[in-house]
């Protein structure tokens, strides 16, 4: 079974006695959207770790190598826990306040010590251990602290209570190459929690304190399958991460789009992806055939939802764009009062994926009056064959080959398109593209996946099937629809990839990092999927009324809209008013309403329905309020 991801944290602790007006926040300040999970002891991430703990305090200074710290990813708390030197005085209390504040405020937020005595050359003295917990929002800032003191003057006096001294001190747990790591671990797997938000934010803010010198000695991190602690860590700097998490360039984030706006209407696509942190290929792929869904259909927003947390926390903490996961995207179309939702994957397949996504909506179905599933992206024969030809001719194109028949006739270059692969039974389809460029005459093109699943499409086969076919030169092409990290580093990578192993086979290699969403050829196929699916809507259109004055009465002539259903009407003395009036349905396109009050104004708004396949009804907006004066 897969365990949770965890690393060690190591930070450092320190006092300072700078002045300030610093305020600390008990209140939780992560999102209120979570995914529920329990609590396990892999949830928290921890370690001791003997660092040297900068203090000017003197009398209470942490010692050396007594700093613990744990953070809870469920909820984006810091546990710090430190002791300190030996010292005449117990301390008894640490309250994460200011100085000035009451006693009782202070006790309110106090916690104990465990303090020891202990002999120094002889003389009696006293060590003691406090354990705060904070908001990972609240790491690297100066936290103002209170202490609570116990001991006795040489004049006999005794003290006991909390102590004011000469200036305001603070508690700062610092950010260090170390606990910038240990945050991006916290938020690099795939599960959304309360937070996920503040550790985010605490990760991207503790990159941005660091040194250029200190950002570069960020470590890896990844997934860890090993029951073994220390042998996941040995794992840790394999993985791609660490340094390289917030600074390889993968283009500007403000050209992006994450479509998570508001107050859009009745009728909404919410278009799924996996996503991916590449942000220049992110615009250039997904979020083009979003523009081009938005182009295509006017009369529906546009949103977005991704399916990988670990992709949304890494565009959150490194460039500060919030993209919401699918469970999101669907609490937020609740919350927008969308009534029809068009469900549009950016998916080749019916995979794993597509199941998750669709899955993740249908727990919300209920909440909707009509919700639409259209299809990915390679959903039929023809979709295979558009996308097998675009691809091809693109990379052709852009190999340097005036024509597609020149590309097609060369004898010393291949095309190799590389895949995700899957275990799903949707795994046909890279043999059926493999198919497609057959009976397209693209003979020297071959379809690998990075997952080897097919086995008939691992990248031993497909090495050995290029070479076996004669083959000198290999064009390799994400056959994607983004080109993220698979083609950036398991295609194209220097080392460990499949560029480098076709270049150790003999072959000259190079690249192309084009994810099929950037080909306008995808994208029509996915407004095509798009359209489709919106003519399964049930779309009331907005209409309009003439209004003729009687005595005590008025008639409301609605404008008929075809194919609707039926229609509504409501009517106040004030335009206030009809917010709260009774809503009636009208028996015909015209109806007399009747028993008004003499020379009042009355004002109307008009709307249709359209009923869904289940018999509820969808309704449009109202219509511009109109006016009469009755005799």
């Known amino acids: 079974m897969k365990k949770r991801k965890f690393l060690s944290l190591a930070l450092t602790v320190a006092l300072a006695a700078t002045m300030g007006t610093t305020s600390f926040a008990f209140a939780d300040t992560a999102a209120n959207t979570t995914t529920t999970a329990t609590k396990t002891?892999?949830?928290?991430?921890?370690?001791?770790?003997?660092?040297?703990?900068?203090?000017?305090?003197?009398?209470?200074?942490?010692?050396?190598?007594?700093?613990?710290?744990?953070?809870?990813?469920?909820?984006?708390?810091?546990?710090?826990?430190?002791?300190?030197?030996?010292?005449a005085r117990k301390y008894t209390k640490l309250a994460?306040?200011?100085?000035?504040?009451?006693?009782?405020?202070?006790?309110?937020?106090?916690?104990?010590?465990?303090?020891?005595?202990?002999?120094?050359?002889?003389?009696?003295?006293?060590?003691?251990?406090?354990?705060?917990?904070?908001?990972?929002?609240?790491?690297?800032?100066?936290?103002?602290?209170?202490?609570?003191?116990?001991?006795?003057?040489?004049?006999?006096?005794?003290?006991?209570?909390?102590?004011s001294f000469e200036a305001q001190h603070y508690l700062t747990v610092k950010f260090t190459p170390e606990l910038v790591t240990n945050l991006?671990?916290?938020?690099?797997?795939?599960?959304?929690?309360?937070?996920?938000?503040?550790?985010?934010?605490?990760?991207?803010?503790?990159?941005?304190?660091?040194?250029?010198?200190?950002?570069?000695?960020?470590?890896?991190?990844?997934?860890?399958?090993?029951?073994?602690?220390?042998?996941?860590?040995?794992?840790a700097d394999e993985e791609k991460g660490g340094y390289e998490y917030f600074a390889e360039d993968t283009g500007d984030a403000s050209k992006d789009d994450p479509l998570n706006q508001d107050k859009i209407g009745s009728y909404e696509i919410l278009v799924g992806s996996f996503g991916t942190s590449y942000n220049d290929n992110r615009a250039a792929s997904i979020g083009a055939i979003e523009k081009a869904v938005a182009k295509a259909i006017p009369n529906f927003s546009v949103r977005r939802g991704f399916t990988s947390q670990i992709i949304i926390n890494h565009i959150q903490a490194r460039d500060?764009?919030?993209?919401?996961?699918?469970?999101?995207?669907?609490?937020?179309?609740?919350?927008?009062?969308?009534?029809?939702?068009?469900?549009?994957?950016?998916?080749?397949?019916?995979?794993?994926?597509?199941?998750?996504?669709?899955?993740?909506?249908?727990?919300?179905?209920?909440?909707?009056?009509?919700?639409?599933?259209?299809?990915?992206?390679?959903?039929?024969?023809?979709?295979?064959?558009?996308?097998?030809?675009?691809?091809?001719?693109?990379?052709?194109?852009?190999a340097g080959f005036?024509?597609?028949?020149?590309?097609?006739?060369?004898?010393?270059?291949?095309?190799v398109f590389m895949g995700h692969g899957t275990s799903h039974s949707a795994k046909e389809l890279y043999t059926q593209l493999q198919e497609k460029m057959t009976e397209l005459g693209y003979t020297n093109a071959f379809i690998g996946t990075v997952e080897g699943n097919p086995e008939s499409t691992s990248l031993e086969a497909v090495v050995a099937a290029v070479k076996k076919a004669g083959y000198k030169k290999v064009v390799l092409r994400p056959m994607m629809v983004v080109a993220g990290d698979h083609a950036n580093n398991d295609m194209a990578g220097e080392e460990d990839s499949w560029a480098s192993e076709f270049k150790a086979a003999g072959f000259s290699v190079s690249s192309q990092i084009i994810?099929?969403?950037?080909?306008?050829?995808?994208?029509?196929?996915?407004?095509?999927?798009?359209k489709a699916a919106v003519k399964k809507a049930a779309v009331a259109k907005t209409t309009t009324c003439k209004l003729t004055a009687g005595t005590k009465k008025m008639t409301v002539a609605i404008s008929a809209k075809s194919g609707m259903s039926g229609y509504q009407y409501r009517y106040a003395t004030t335009k206030k008013g009809l917010a709260k009036a009774a809503v009636k349905t009208a028996s015909s396109k015209k109806v007399t309403v009747k028993k008004l009050k003499s020379k009042k104004t009355y004002y109307v708004q008009v709307r249709t329905y359209k009923k869904t396949a289940t018999g509820k009804k969808v309704y449009s907006a109202w219509s511009t309020a109109k006016k009469v004066k009755v005799k």
């Not at 010590?113 to 609240?138: H, L, M, N, Q, R």
């Open 41 to 87: 002891a892999t949830d928290v991430v921890s370690t001791e770790k003997a660092t040297d703990i900068v203090t000017d305090l003197g009398m209470f200074s942490p010692a050396k190598g007594s700093t613990k710290v744990e953070i809870d990813k469920l909820t984006g708390k810091a546990k710090v826990t430190f002791t300190t030197t030996p010292l």
């Open 96 to 163: 994460l306040v200011e100085q000035s504040k009451t006693a009782k405020t202070k006790e309110k937020y106090a916690v104990s010590a465990v303090v020891t005595p202990v002999s120094v050359d002889g003389v009696e003295k006293y060590v003691s251990t406090f354990t705060v917990e904070i908001s990972a929002a609240d790491l690297g800032k100066a936290l103002p602290i209170s202490m609570y003191q116990v001991f006795t003057k040489a004049s006999g006096e005794k003290i006991d209570g909390w102590y």
């Open 184 to 235: 991006t671990s916290a938020i690099y797997y795939q599960e959304r929690t309360a937070g996920t938000d503040v550790l985010c934010e605490a990760a991207g803010r503790g990159w941005n304190a660091l040194t250029d010198a200190e950002q570069k000695e960020v470590t890896g991190f990844g997934y860890y399958l090993e029951e073994d602690e220390e042998k996941a860590l040995e794992k």
């Open 320 to 398: 500060n764009e919030v993209i919401d996961n699918m469970e999101q995207a669907v609490e937020r179309a609740i919350q927008n009062k969308v009534q029809v939702l068009v469900v549009q994957p950016t998916t080749l397949m019916s995979g794993a994926e597509f199941d998750e996504l669709k899955e993740t909506v249908q727990k919300y179905e209920s909440k909707f009056k009509q919700v639409i599933f259209a299809t990915p992206i390679c959903d039929t024969d023809a979709d295979r064959t558009k996308v097998s030809d675009a691809v091809y001719k693109d990379a052709a194109a852009k």
């Open 402 to 415: 005036e024509t597609v028949d020149a590309a097609k006739a060369d004898k010393e270059t291949a095309f």
């Open 515 to 530: 994810g099929l969403g950037e080909l306008k050829e995808v994208q029509d196929i996915v407004v095509a999927h798009a």
